[in-house]
């Protein structure tokens, strides 16, 4: 096991983040993950990395804080914080996320304290999260199991940590043989090659259906771009932002989307679980919602600001891909999204337009980009999802038929 | 334990730190002591406190740090950093430090990347420092085990972390009856009484004897004052700088220290233990110092400014103290220093003087104190340590007899 997890940590490191000689790592972990940072330290030193600087987190007082602290709290962000996130960005440091909470740690939390949170630190932390969309540092988030979300995961089972470790490995393809750099960029290669062929297609929108009830019609911008797996700075530094990742994906033109839309699996976010959700769009706009649990977190997602309730991605993940033929709902986006087809609202990327790299936010939002403090993924593949792609000479192309890609 | 865990968590926020309604409290702490960091959070949460600010440390990552991180790291203090430790203590905000630490977390390091960093941080966190040893805000220093201390303290024995625990709580007072914070204030209560003896005689040096080999002779400022306990910020927020805390101390005279003195215990400092030491003192300034272990160390403690080779603190502690009747050699100042009769060498505290609080630098200097970017204790006191005052009139009065109080 301590040979799988230096394994791991090793990949995080040489190709997640891909740190640099003389370059900044900061690490973000829960405490209780301290054996598996300290793993990713080593690892980065090995590299030459010119200091590892730890931002740790733990969900207990993150709870007592929404629960307990002053109410001004959450309206403000100090200023070390600022210097923390935005110097560490605007310097091109890597960041290396190891993201790890109890699904429902919030549960009960006031959700204005979520929201103003949010805004403020929205607000105060542009820059860096500014950076973030548009691939201005390296940075990947990846996962080790802890046990209050083993236990989400695995109910009841003494062994909930051992399964959830040998279900991330799998996801990660970390198998203690050292070859798992190699086998990512295999992996990497075949997501490549799809991302190439739908880019050739050039669709002008994409029309979802399936038996849950989801209708959609998602119109694409004229310039936008297929991306997938790895991406890289634009100093050139190549990076995986998120491990695992099956996924590829392009932005939607932000008033192009119409019709209703049904979650798949439920969706954990700001330490509650919403489930049982469906979304009426009109013109890109969200604009009736309802879950059977977790609506009031719902609503609150997407009302953190105006671009909150506009769609900023849309990715394709095949129903039978390594990730979802393990059948277990791991209650963390960075899993659930690369075992279904995905949606999110909020930001796009900077990536998904040509040439984007290089727009102001007025130039991107010219080209049908959305803009927003936010960015969530929730599922929408089924085993019976159908995609149809239309293309801009009126051309209709099964992309996806029964859960997984038509090509 | 868990309800003796939460007596002591309490004991800290409440009159420890006394943390205050609306104000902020950072608490810093090794990632291996979590649960009980969070139980002090919840207490501060509980007494109103505005939010929980924490600072995690971590050994390994020191460690780390400090044998493979670059060169210019240890010249240079991010931004972020001294905002964080500035800020807060411009503020006011209370600060808790749980201090645990492998006492030979940083054996074999480069003792020069060591001082480099302690200049560079007291150079970038000179407000913060200036504030806390002038009393300009709420600070306290405690400690509970980690195993790696643990082990060193407790060698070979498999119940290690318990026995550090028992004799932790013995040291702080902390039985689980809840009555902790009561005994404390009976305990403050009597400190202060012999600390008003020792104003009252008004010395004007002490003459310090054992069969060690230690004779010197320390003469104290005119307007010397003894502090014992408890102390209070200007502010008026009384707070306990230490727990445990034994000690009676005072400021010695800058240039008034002559002759030879040797440690009575092993010192730990900066992860690196300095033992069977001794230092010869002309007219204050440490001009020979002999360890038969980690001289390199303690010649680098001496060398990090020019005040670390003078005198900053004296220190009464009888030798038959609760702390030192538990024949436990801890391998941590915090209670080592309250087990014996110790001297720092370093910076004076502001409190050791008539209107020190509102004193400058330089008007501390007039008054003989010393000025250093560090203040570390060393212990001296055995069970024979003889201490004579001689007060401005020439009285001879026995201060220490046999290791204890004459008085």
Redo the contacts between chains.
């Keep these: 096991m301590q040979e799988k997890m230096m394994e791991y940590a090793r990949l995080l490191v040489e190709i997640g983040v891909n740190v640099q000689k003389?370059q900044n790592l900061v690490i973000s972990a829960p405490?209780?993950c301290?054996d598996f940072?300290?793993m990713c330290?080593?690892a980065a030193?090995?590299a030459g990395?010119?200091?590892?600087?730890?931002n740790?987190k733990?969900d207990?007082?993150t709870r007592?804080?929404y629960?307990?602290?002053?109410e001004?709290?959450f309206d403000t962000v100090?200023?070390?914080?600022k210097?923390?996130y935005n110097?560490y960005a605007q310097e091109g440091a890597a960041f290396l996320s190891i993201s790890a909470t109890d699904p429902e740690n919030l549960l009960g939390v006031d959700s204005g304290r979520l929201v103003r949170s949010q805004r403020s630190s929205g607000e105060a932390l542009k820059p860096y999260y500014r950076l973030q969309m548009a691939s201005g540092f390296a940075w990947c988030i990846a996962s080790i199991p802890i046990p209050s979300w083993a236990n989400k995961v695995f109910p009841g089972r003494a062994d909930a940590m051992e399964r959830l470790w040998d279900a991330i490995l799998a996801t990660v393809r970390v198998n203690g043989d050292g070859r798992a750099v190699e086998r990512w960029r295999d992996h990497l290669k075949k997501l490549e090659e799809r991302r190439d062929k739908l880019n050739a297609y050039h669709f002008a929108s994409l029309h979802y259906r399936n038996s849950l009830g989801t209708d959609l019609v998602i119109r694409l911008p004229e310039n936008h771009l297929w991306a997938a797996g790895g991406g890289a700075t634009k100093s050139g530094q190549a990076f995986i932002a998120n491990i695992p990742t099956e996924e590829i994906f392009t932005a939607p033109l932000r008033n192009g989307i119409d019709g209703v839309v049904y979650a798949a699996l439920p969706l954990c976010h700001d330490g509650n679980i919403i489930d049982k959700f469906h979304m009426v769009v009109k013109e890109g706009k969200i604009v009736e919602v309802h879950a059977e649990k977790g609506e009031e977190t719902l609503r609150s997602a997407i009302s953190v600001d105006e671009g909150a309730s506009y769609f900023g991605e849309v990715a394709l993940v095949p129903y039978d891909s390594p990730i979802s033929n393990q059948k277990i709902l791991f209650y963390h986006t960075l899993f659930d999204e690369n075992a279904s087809c995905h949606l999110a609202f909020g930001e796009a990327y900077n990536e998904c337009i040509q040439g984007g790299a290089d727009m102001t936010k007025e130039e991107l939002k010219a080209q049908g980009l959305n803009d927003s403090i936010t960015h969530v993924d929730f599922m929408v593949g089924t085993k019976d999802l159908s995609i149809v792609g239309t293309t801009h000479d009126g051309q209709e192309i099964p992309v996806f038929v029964d859960g997984n890609f038509a090509f």
Tied chains: 1, 2.
Excluded: N, Q
């Design positions: 003389g405490v209780e301290a940072a300290r330290a080593k030193y090995a990395c010119r200091e590892v600087i730890m740790w733990d207990t007082l007592e804080k629960l307990h602290a002053a001004d709290v100090p200023e070390w914080s210097h923390f110097d």
